[in-house]
């Protein structure tokens, strides 16, 4: 079974900084990986996924996601914070052993004018 | 295309009360799920189905049941209502499976008295 961990329930940043959303995953086989971000009283919305080739991967809205595999690792970042970031984000995962996602707790992102 | 929509927006329940979370997708998907989102517990799983007539379970599926009888829909029924099923349902579809975007609908916050 796959589980996710992310490092942080909320995260302030001021508009034009830098994002950074910390995702880990345990899985025995090798994972699929998503992001993906709900906005206020919204279902969620996919952000990027990554599922095999190239371990750089962007999304839409100007992020973009490293799979890291030494470190079981899947960080969300984008270079400068817009108001519109404003939201939570959850990092998920799946792989061919049990192909449901399973979901973290979720990173709440505020952003400061 | 409306993508996944849900019904109803908003329903407040008694204990012991029952209903039904209406949920339909018009993208010929395949794969439909229901999950809770509980706040800083991210997404569980409580149900999902792979087709017409086939479902199985998630997570946390007690105290809830599904049925299948056509590709759009996949309705989720609450017998017997108790205070902790108190959370926002979320209706997804996807075309496949682990590698595959899951499509949401906007939700139901669902609150037991």
């Known amino acids: 079974a796959q589980s996710v961990t992310q490092l942080g329930s909320h995260v302030s940043v001021s508009e034009g900084a830098l994002v950074l959303l910390r995702c880990n995953y345990s899985?025995?086989?090798?994972?699929?990986l998503f992001w993906y971000v709900q906005y206020p009283n919204q279902g969620l919305q996919l952000l990027l996924k990554y599922t095999t080739g190239a371990t750089l991967v962007k999304g839409i809205n100007g992020f973009e996601a490293e799979f890291k595999k030494s470190e079981t690792s899947f960080h969300l970042t984008k270079p400068s914070a817009h108001m519109s970031d404003a939201a939570e984000y959850f990092c998920a995962v799946s792989d061919i052993a049990d192909y449901k996602l399973s979901f973290g707790a979720g990173t709440t992102v505020t952003v400061r004018a | 295309n409306a993508g996944v929509t849900q019904t109803p927006k908003f329903r407040i329940l008694k204990i012991g009360q029952s209903m039904t979370l209406q949920c339909a997708q018009d993208m010929n998907h395949n794969y439909m799920y229901w999950y809770r989102q509980d706040p800083g517990m991210g997404l569980k799983l409580i149900y999902y189905s792979v087709g017409a007539g086939i479902t199985d379970k998630g997570e946390v599926p007690n105290g809830y049941n599904v049925s299948r009888s056509t590709t759009e829909d996949f309705p989720l029924r609450l017998e017997l209502a108790a205070p902790s099923q108190t959370s926002v349902y979320f209706c997804a579809s996807s075309a496949g499976t682990y590698t595959d975007t899951q499509y949401f609908g906007p939700g139901t916050r669902l609150t037991v008295l």
């Open positions: 899985s025995s086989v090798p994972p699929y």
